[in-house]
């Protein structure tokens, strides 16, 4: 018996992420300017990481409870109360976990299994494909268009839909595209989900990154708050992606059962980013302000240098990604992004990394400072104008 | 006079950026932020276009003070005509008005201790209204502008995750 017999075929059957394509080519290089990470180029501000360093001086380096510590999920119920106006009651329908990461792993490994199908919408976030397959179930894609701004349409969830559905995923604002759904965009997926068998986990972990208006959760219908499960952190909006704090919220019953598999696999979010994650909540307002402003101002800078360029860029009001078509280079997603890479030291991530509609497409992050940003829109002018 | 703060707040951090620049981060045409530039100029909103320098990365000797100064207001003048008296000085780089246990914070650039004390004794201390002065040498500038001198936080993200 081969070694690699032991490991099952589904595990087996997950390709590695393509985003990882460029890392030989980059490990050879110096000064590459990188657009390809997903995670905000801000430090964590100053007071979170002091509460997290006095936490840990005051010795608090043990365990917290299996869902996280009371204050914690207390100042998550009175966020999303007071920016969402979603009622989460904090003793029974809030986990902290690791990351929004686990709270899709743990929402998952709840809900579905072999036989069952969820729904992702593409392109989107790389994890959601390979979490439904190990656990068994299929993953049905959508199929995003540009011309409708990367939104989901209710006519393509409706025709997605089979007897086999469990679950959709929404994730908006989104990444990679920057789409965010509003509450008119939602209304028509409502209308649609509302007399149906299926529960929405909504991916929400950009929601404090929308640029126009407010974020809308879906779970902020009444038709589906109990349908609902909504994940949620602080990597992006606080900038504590290395702290790996993000929770989950749902209805009791939900809550209940999926707490069994976070206790049993986790134990509990790491108490030093519990603690720092409290002052991210009790006092950090201005700060998400100030990182949210200057993400802004970069987005506005990216959109305009590639429209400029000549590489079409729907607007994206949310996240801190623009989804320009490089469809008029003749170049494959792949092929633009290594010759990017090679040509220019600018990382980008090709689009198909995303799901196959993503092909012809880049992903490009503004998580840069606008120095690093206003260079690498010259390089790859340069670049265009050299093809 | 009513000011476009966001204009305002992106040229204090770098005055390099062009009008075009601006307008594109604030989504505003770039003759509004052309037009108010020059505005703010005109009406001494934006006094002026300066660079921070990290002087001790250079071989230029300098020190700067901070002295308290206690004074005596003038009668019909309060504090602002014993302030320009100590202004005026170019040795003076910045001079404030102050609530608390003295009035007015002067910060003086020498090129030695030696010509920083002497401008202190000879020149401050022995100005009429002037009380007392207490002078404090800076031994090393951290932050300033609200930028770091040394920056030890790096961008030391992995350059791809997933």
Known sequence: MKLSDFLLDRVKAIPPSAIRKNFDIINEMKDVISLGIGEPDFATPWDIIESGVYSLEKGHTHYSP????????????????????????????IIVTVGASEAIDVSLRSFVE?????????????????????TGATPVTIDLKSENNFKLMAKDLLSAITDRT??????????????????????P?????????ILVISDEIYSELTYEGHHTSIASFKEMKDKTIVINGFSKSFAMTGWRV??????????????KIHQYSIMCAPTV???????????????????????????????????????????????????????????????FSQRLLRETKVLVVQGNAFGNCGEGFIRVTYSNSMENIIEAMKRVKEFIEAL | MKTDNDILELLERNNKLTPAQIGVMLN???????ASIKDYEKHKVILGYKTLINWEKTNKDSVTALIEVKVTPQRGEGFDKIAERIYLYPEVTSCYLMSGGFDLTVVIEGK????????????????????????HFILKKYKDEGTIFENRIVDDREAIIL
């Open chain 1, 66 to 93: 299996n869902p996280g510590f009371k204050e914690l999920r207390y100042l998550i119920s009175e966020y999303q109360k007071k920016r969402y106006g979603l009622k989460y009651d904090p003793d029974s329908e």
């Open chain 1, 114 to 134: 072999v036989g069952d199908e969820v729904i992702i919408p593409e392109p989107s976030f790389v994890c959601y494909k390979p979490l439904i397959t190990i």
């Open chain 1, 166 to 187: 469990k679950v959709l995923i929404l994730s908006f604002p989104n990444n990679p595209t920057g789409a965010v759904m509003t509450k008119e965009d939602l209304e």
């Open chain 1, 189 to 197: 997926i409502v209308n649609v989900l509302k007399d149906k068998d």
């Open chain 1, 246 to 259: 993000g929770y989950v919220c749902g209805n009791c019953e939900f809550i209940e059962a999926m707490k």
């Open chain 1, 273 to 335: 980013a519990q603690y720092a994650a409290i002052e991210a909540l009790k006092s950090n307002e201005n700060n998400v302000t100030i990182m949210k402003t200057e993400y802004n101002r970069r987005r506005r800078v990216m959109v305009d240098g590639f429209n400029k360029i000549g590489l079409p860029c729907f607007e994206p009001l949310g996240a801190f990604y623009v989804f320009p078509s490089i469809k008029s280079t003749g170049l494959s997603s792949e092929d």
């Open chain 2, 28 to 34: 505003k045409e770039e003759t509004y932020v052309s």
């Open chain 2, 112 to 135: 030695t201790l030696k010509e920083v004390a002497l401008f202190v004794a000879e020149k401050l201390s022995t100005l009429e209204s002037v009380q007392s002065t207490a002078t």
